[in-house]
């Protein structure tokens, strides 16, 4: 109880001779720093909070206008047309100064007006400027004169050294599409899907839509498109993600993985302690703004970074109806969870961050401690894992008050989750591949019960010193925590590193606290709930079936040669893979981002088109090399058209779906809208990008390369598909499906699709890819068993 007892800044006794009042001067030094470490953030964000609020101007510039309005009077010229002698008579004071300082102060005022007068005008032209999105339709190397004027204006109005979240105020709202054009748009989709008779009738509901109910759903979405923000994000938000009454273990979560080929240390608490320290940097730069803006590659255009408020010190909080998230402004621990025990791990001491030797020894204490769980505490995180209602009313029933209420709101208040494995996983061992799955499903849903699902994310590091996370999805997409994750094992690293006995550099200071247990009285009646949870989601864990494998034979440099889109490419690839496996095609979901618009998310991009279809037909039945890469050049192209529209806001889906939102509070019902948004997704895919390239060398460090992550498959009878492009000679792929369906099979299609991205190159190439590598690990035939 060491701990408990430095906790207490002082004590009092009463006794006959008055009161004893004895002071802990180390535990009131640690609240003065602890305080101080809080003003000093207050502060910092204060002086964010302005140089982003007058962005893209800057304070400085305000002494600048002051400075000139006064000289250009002292020339007896009057710059504010008589509005300072205006100014002069209203002066409350005017009485009480002289005539000298009267004039002062009006022209400060008349400065002061002027300078926000000109950042609100240089904002509403920055705005304007990034409402203009033809420089994304040019053809690549051809970019004409009215785009390069628009650029050169864009980098006038963007300013100098932008905070994090300084472009904010001038990114335009997401437009709302006509009626019209997403019908259009989404019976060019369905063409390729469906029969003569499906399309007809489909058309004919369409159309019914289009002039009746349509027109009136849209005008109340363009009534919340005027008011808010962006008329998609805050439905988006709670009615795809927090009222899913399902699980959202494998079915919303998703991970991320280490180095492919690279343990940096095998020692698990020096790898914690790293990846912990790392992930404290990080926080530190966004608390600061100090993480530049987002921005479309290659270009000065800035990305929205809403998303990135949190990413710490959030939780999903379950409710019988709809989930809530929780962001706190700041949190000084994780909670950790080992050998089903809980613990709180403060990563701050003395008004400082610990050093990651610091954090390895704490780390290390944890895997020390001998004690035994509490009854209950072993698998209590099955919680999270299960349906979110049965959560919400235990968590209302045993987690309302006493002991269990502080427990729980120490997990949910940390600033992320921790979870040290007993295992070891990573591509190793006799079975590399089989193992590199395994990997894969552990990060996913782990045993069940030893991740915190509800937390926005969970760092798990294995026995072996490899690492992970899973995440929360409501709270963000994946770029945000991918552009974490390559901070951090970065940093990890190159930066802060290991010394020749694996451990991290530094010294421990000798008056850091014990880890502290957290404590749990969990009843018989909760516990029954843990295990009917833990049933639940175990079944859901055994049911999916991973595959990740990275292709090193040809990547972005040989599609490029090509003079094709490498997701494009991908793309097509899959839809080759897919129609070859199942012999049909099917609505395929592929992710873009639509940040471009202020708190934009995603949208989707309708992979499976008429042009795509022709083409992989006209190659598996034989048709010359000639007419298979005209068809391949249009389908390429289409697909490039149809992300660029739903990264400028011309999408289909998300206006659909709002449309079906507001139906619903009108209490409408459309049977468009209705088979709409009940079709399946059976190919869901999505690129990890790779943003901060810089980060790595991929020359010199060839064997540091991030595998990306993945997540699970939509559909039951479909798969999940995700794909990292990673420098120009390596592609990783990560596919889910489910056992329970016989028609699917990740590591069969995963064959597939290396066959058809080989296929496709060396139509469209007249350099082969060596295959000689692939053949190691995936059989010509896609027939292949399973590596089990």
């Known amino acids: 109880m060491a701990e408990a007892h430095q906790a207490v800044a002082f004590q009092f006794t009463i006794t006959p001779e008055g009161i004893d009042l004895q002071l802990s001067h180390q535990a009131l030094r640690q609240v003065y720093l602890s305080g101080l470490r809080s003003w000093k953030k207050r502060v910092t964000r204060l002086k964010n909070n302005v140089i982003t609020g007058v962005y893209p101007a800057s304070p400085s510039s305000w002494l600048f206008v002051v400075i000139a309005i006064l000289a250009t009077m002292y020339t007896r010229s ?33 400065s002061t007006l002027l300078w926000f007068s000109l950042i609100f005008t240089m904002r509403l032209c920055l705005k304007q400027l990034l409402s203009y999105h033809g420089w994304m339709f040019e053809q690549h190397g051809k970019v004409s004169n009215t785009t390069k004027i628009w650029a050169a204006m864009v980098r006038i109005f963007s300013g100098r050294q932008p905070l994090l979240y300084s472009y904010q105020g001038s990114l335009p709202n997401l437009p709302v599409p006509t009626v019209k054009d997403t019908v259009n748009r989404y019976l060019e989709s369905a063409r390729p899907l469906m029969s003569d008779s499906e399309y007809e009738r489909i058309t004919t509901l ?19 498109a005027m008011w808010a923000s962006n008329y998609v994000s805050d439905w988006w938000e709670e009615y795809i993600y927090l009222r899913g009454r399902g699980p959202i273990m494998v079915n919303s979560n998703y991970y991320g993985m280490d180095f492919l080929y690279v343990t940096p240390t095998p020692i698990q608490a020096a790898r914690a302690g790293n990846t912990l320290h790392a992930c404290l940097l990080y926080r530190r730069k966004l608390n600061r ?16 970074a809403a998303q990135c408020e949190r990413i710490f010190n959030t939780t999903r909080i379950p409710g019988e109806e709809t989930d809530s998230l929780t962001h706190w402004q700041d949190s000084e621990y994780v909670a950790v969870f080992h050998r089903g025990r809980y613990y709180r791990l403060w990563l701050y001491h003395a008004g400082r961050m610990l050093s990651p030797r610091e954090i390895e020894h704490q780390v290390q204490r944890i895997l020390d401690d001998p004690s035994a769980p509490a009854p209950g505490e072993a698998k209590l995180a099955a919680l ?46 006799d079975d590399p591949a089989g193992n590199l799955d395994r990997y894969a499903k552990s990060l996913l849903h782990g045993k069940c019960y030893d991740r915190w699902f509800d937390k926005s994310f969970t760092v798990v ?17 994946a770029p945000i925590m991918a552009h974490v994750w390559e901070y951090v094992m970065t940093t990890d690293c190159f930066q802060l590193g290991y010394n020749e006995e694996g451990h991290c550099k530094g010294d421990v200071a000798s008056s850091l606290p014990q880890p502290s247990r957290l404590t749990w009285d969990i ?10 949870s833990l049933a639940v989601a175990q079944a859901l864990a055994d049911d999916i079936d991973f595959h990740v494998f990275p292709i090193q034979e040809f990547g972005k440099g040989a599609i490029k040669k090509c003079k094709i889109s490498p997701d494009a490419f991908i793309q097509i690839a899959l839809q080759l893979a897919y129609y070859r496996n199942r012999g049909t095609f099917s609505l395929t979901y592929e992710a873009s981002m639509t940040r471009l618009f202020r708190e934009g998310r995603t949208e989707t991009v309708r992979s499976c088109t008429g042009e795509s279809c022709a083409f992989v ?10 007419v298979c890469r005209r068809l391949f050049r249009t389908a390429s192209e289409k697909h490039q058209h149809l992300y660029r529209m739903a990264m400028t806001g011309g999408g289909i889906d998300r206006h659909l779906f709002c449309l079906y939102i507001v139906s619903k509070y009108l209490g409408e019902e459309s049977p468009f809208l209705k088979e709409v948004l009940s079709e399946t997704w059976r190919l869901s895919t999505s690129q990890t990008p790779l943003q901060q390239v810089e980060l790595f060398d991929f020359v010199n460090h060839p064997d540091y390369t991030t595998c990306g992550g993945g997540f699970g498959p939509v559909a039951d009878d479909g798969y999940g598909v995700s794909y990292i492009i990673i420098g120009e000679n390596m592609i990783n792929f990560h596919i889910s499906s489910k056992h329970s369906c016989p028609q699917t099979d990740s590591h069969k299609f995963g064959a597939y699709i290396k066959k058809a991205l080989v296929d496709l190159l060396e139509l469209m190439s007249p350099e082969k890819p060596d295959l000689s590598k692939a053949e190691q690990n995936h059989s010509k035939n896609p027939q292949s068993k399973k590596h089990l």
């Open 289 to 304: 703004e100090e993480i530049k803006p987002g921005r479309v590659p290659g270009l000065n255009i800035p990305l929205c």
């Open 523 to 532: 009843p018989v009646q909760c516990q029954e709930r843990v295990d009917q």
């Open 384 to 429: 999270t894992a299960g349906d979110r209602i049965p959560w919400a009313q235990a968590r209302k029933e045993f987690f309302s008050s006493g002991v269990n209420k502080r427990s729980l709101d120490c997990i949910e208040k940390a600033a992320f989750f921790v979870a040290l494995d007993d295992d070891e996983q990573g591509m190793m061992g």
């Open 78 to 110: 009057d710059p504010s047309m008589g509005l300072i002698a205006k100014i002069q008579e209203h002066l409350p004071v005017s009485d009480s100064l002289s005539i000298q300082c009267r004039t002062v102060v009006s022209a400060v005022l008349f």
């Open 206 to 224: 369409a159309e019914e839509f289009e002039s009746s109910l349509g027109n009136r759903l849209q005008w109340y979405l363009k009534l919340k």
């Open 617 to 626: 037909k006209a190659l598996d039945s034989g048709e010359s090399k000639d």
């Open 461 to 477: 590091v294995y026995k072996n010193g490899k690492n992970g996370l899973n995440a929360e999805h409501s709270w963000a997409d």
